[in-house]
């Protein structure tokens, strides 16, 4: 019986290079599968780790019908023995329940990859789905890290280095160039503590604040 996995946990934590290893792990074994994402860093139809690892993949937009892409190319003669699909929190709804059914009467593996919340700290879509009809969740076991030391919770988005708690849900960020280590818009890992206060590591060094220092305002 094929089951429907997802493995979460925050940004840093592993998850798309987790996502390559496995797709490779399965193709070492002589399995054909399918790997999948969505608003990858790398651009469109491509699932890349930050330690610089990158594959195709195909591009799951809003319209993506799982369900009739897997029909298609079963009936065409394709073998598929698995999916992995990563940036899994960026899918709708609809398409968890096409993955569920695919494992459930086609009979495929389904690797799921995502975060869980975004940077308003509330479950994604995918995910949401994801939790509520994967035979199985995984943690991730790579701990991601604040800028303070302690194990980070929390995604936050930034512009121009401070935190921000509003605006469009998807927003690609500019996340690791080094000629421009402050973002126009970018994402950091927090811990609750310091996603709470809005201190991200740009604003806590500006102000020399430590970790143990009590918000006033």
Same mark, same amino acid.
């Given at each position: ?17 987790? $996502? ?6 399965? *193709? ?5 599968? @399918?790997?999948?994402?969505? =608003? ?5 139809? @491509? ?6 690892? !990158?594959?195709? $993949? ?20 394709? @073998? ?31 690797? $799921? ?15 949401? *789905?994801?939790? !509520? ?9 790579? !701990? $991601? ?30 996340? !690791? ?17 310091? =996603? ?22």
């Amino acid at each position: 019986m094929a089951d429907l996995n997802f493995y979460s946990g925050t940004m840093d934590c592993g998850k798309s290079t987790l $996502a390559l290893q496995m797709d490779h792990n399965h *193709r070492a074994r002589g399995r054909e599968g @399918r790997v999948f994402t969505s =608003h990858d860093r790398a651009g469109t139809s @491509r699932l890349s780790s930050r330690l610089g690892l !990158e594959v195709a $993949a195909i591009e799951v937009n809003v319209d993506f019908d799982f369900w009739r892409y897997t029909v298609d190319e079963l009936t065409q003669g394709g @073998r598929i023995d698995y999916f992995v699909c990563d940036e899994a929190q960026f899918y709708r709804s609809g398409q968890i329940d096409q993955l569920a059914k695919i494992a459930d009467e086609l009979d495929i593996d389904v690797y $799921a990859f995502g975060i869980l919340t975004d940077f308003r700290t509330r479950l994604f879509e995918g995910s949401m *789905r994801l939790i !509520e009809l994967a035979d199985r969740v995984h943690t991730l076991q790579v !701990e $991601a890290l604040c800028w303070c030391g302690e194990r980070a919770t929390h995604n936050a988005r930034t512009e121009n280095g401070e935190m921000v708690t509003e605006g469009e849900v998807i927003v690609v960020g500019d996340v !690791e160039d080094a000629d421009r280590p402050d973002p126009q818009v970018g994402y950091e890992v927090l811990c609750r503590r310091h =996603h709470r206060r809005r201190m991200t590591a740009v604003t806590a060094r500006a102000a020399s604040l430590s970790p143990d220092v009590l918000p006033f305002d």
